[in-house]
Structure formats: C-alpha cells, structure tokens
C-alpha cells in the first residue's frame, strides 16, 4: 500500500479523535480548531501530490506528539493515561509516517535520475 494513503488515513484518524475528544476536554476550542486544520491537511495530502502537505501534516502531528509528551501530563489536571497514549501513538503514527512518504518520494527520485 502507498505511504500517502497510509499518511491520509492516520490523518483522519487523528482529526476525528481530536474532534471527537474536544467536548470531554477543559478547552474545547482548541481541541475542535486542531481537529478541523489536520482534517483540512490531510484532504490537501490526499489531494496533491507536492511535499508541502506532507510536511505540514507531520509538523502539526510533531509538535503535538512533543506536547503530549513534555507537556499535557505534566499539568494540574492531566488526561487520563489513555488519552495520553491514544493520542501519543496516533501522533507518533502521523509523524513517521510523512518521513516515510518524503523518505519514499526521495527515493524514488534519487533512482529516476
């Protein structure tokens, strides 16, 4: 299977968890707004076929992985712990997978020359 599709899918898979948590959060705009923008990154993903997006996505998937980790179950309420690790692996997921798919998209240029 393509890398791309695998990157959309987790993308998805990570804006519809946002979404869906945002209500149970102390925030929920925020939770909402991040949901909407990885959604809206991953159609850009599945719609182009330029790096930009995939390095948009993995970015956005970084950051928040760096935030659940350092940041989130360091403070006064945290999630609880499978929260935590739900949205830590999907992150993680997300962020792999968009090196891969630069990784990938590299490789195959490398051997076109």
């Known amino acids: 299977m393509d890398t791309r599709k695998i990157l959309v899918a987790l993308g998805v898979a990570l804006a519809v968890a946002e979404i869906a948590h945002a209500p149970f959060d102390d925030t929920i705009i925020p939770g909402l707004v991040y949901g909407v923008v990885v959604a809206g990154v991953s159609y ?32 006064s309420q945290p999630p609880h712990t499978w929260v935590l690790w739900m949205f830590g692996l999907l992150t993680a997921a997300v962020t792999i997978a968009s090196a891969l798919c630069l990784l990938q998209r590299d490789a195959r240029e490398t051997a076109q020359v």
């Open 44 to 75: 850009w993903v599945w719609r182009s076929a330029g790096r930009a997006s995939v390095v948009v996505l993995g970015l956005l998937a970084l950051v928040e992985f760096l935030l659940v980790v350092f940041v989130y179950r360091t403070t």
